[in-house]
Structures are given as structure tokens and as C-alpha cells.
């Protein structure tokens, strides 16, 4: 199995594909006053890290580690191709998202997600996030989820 995971521009063809994919499948969970999702261009700001995840050199899988300023990051954008599932990707795509925090000497890492992905939050809880209390800039959303990773 080729599986590879690199930084990369987000604006490509296959990546905006992914990302119109999560939009949707985004908004068939939350109304649009719970999805916080960013679009390409802020995907390139400068404090932003966005990795592709391919298989055998197709685009399967995506994820942003969006720095805050203050020792933290949050993770945006994480998806996989519906079709690419079960090759273990969100587990990889964390693996890099980490690996890369602990290169910029973040002192956690933290993310917002819906109630109603019961696969990411387990991914989520696997890799070591527990939840906390809403972050800026977001409010207290009963379809959110806030969790936060402390690094070493």
C-alpha cells in the first residue's frame, strides 16, 4: 500500500474536491451556524499547515493545523474520502498533525467537532483529546465538541 502524507497547497483540483465533499457531508449533520469550516484561502494563510494525504497518488485525505498565536494549534478541515476509509488515515493524518506541532514547539493541540461524528471523536479520544471548555473565537454550541491535546 502507498500512503503518503505531506504538506501541500490546498489549492488543487482532488483537495478542493475532498473539501466540497466534507461541506457536504457537513451540512447534512449541522446547520450552517454550526459548521465552522474554512475555505481555501485560509487555508494558505501563512499560519496554517495543510496536509494531503494520498494513496497510490490520489488525493484520499486532508487536514489543517491552523497555529493560534499563543502555543497552540487548532486542527481544521481533518476528513477522509468516504471511499478511502478503513486504510487508517485520520490516525496518520493525526500522527503527521502532532508530529508537526511538537516541530513548532506547541504546547497543545485543539479542535472543535460535531456530536454527531461519533467515529472522529473516538479517533479523537484515541490520540489523547480530552474535552474542554469552548475555545476562542468559538461560543457554547450543544452540537460541538471542544477537546484539547497537551503536548510535551
Do not use: W
Not at 18 to 40: F, G, K, R
Not at 122 to 146: H, M, N, Q, T
Amino acid at each position: 500500500m502507498s500512503l503518503s502524507i505531506a504538506l501541500e497547497p490546498p489549492r488543487q483540483a482532488d483537495v478542493i474536491r475532498l473539501l466540497n465533499l466534507s461541506d457536504a457531508y457537513m451540512a447534512s449533520l449541522y446547520p450552517a451556524e454550526s459548521n465552522h469550516l474554512l475555505d481555501v484561502a485560509a487555508l494558505e494563510k501563512p499560519q496554517v499547515h495543510f496536509f494531503v494525504a494520498r494513496h497510490e497518488g490520489q488525493v484520499v485525505g486532508c487536514a489543517a493545523l491552523v497555529e493560534a498565536g499563543d502555543g497552540t494549534a487548532e486542527i481544521k478541515r481533518m476528513f477522509v474520502d468516504p471511499q478511502a476509509r478503513g486504510l487508517s488515515l485520520g490516525k496518520a493524518l493525526m500522527a503527521a498533525l502532532t508530529e508537526q506541532a511538537n516541530t513548532l514547539g506547541l504546547a497543545a493541540l485543539r479542535l472543535e467537532t460535531g456530536i454527531s461524528q461519533p467515529e472522529a471523536i473516538g479517533l479523537y479520544r484515541k490520540a489523547g483529546f480530552v474535552e474542554i471548555e469552548p475555545f476562542p473565537p468559538y461560543k457554547p454550541d450543544p452540537l460541538s465538541l471542544f477537546m484539547e491535546k497537551k503536548l510535551a
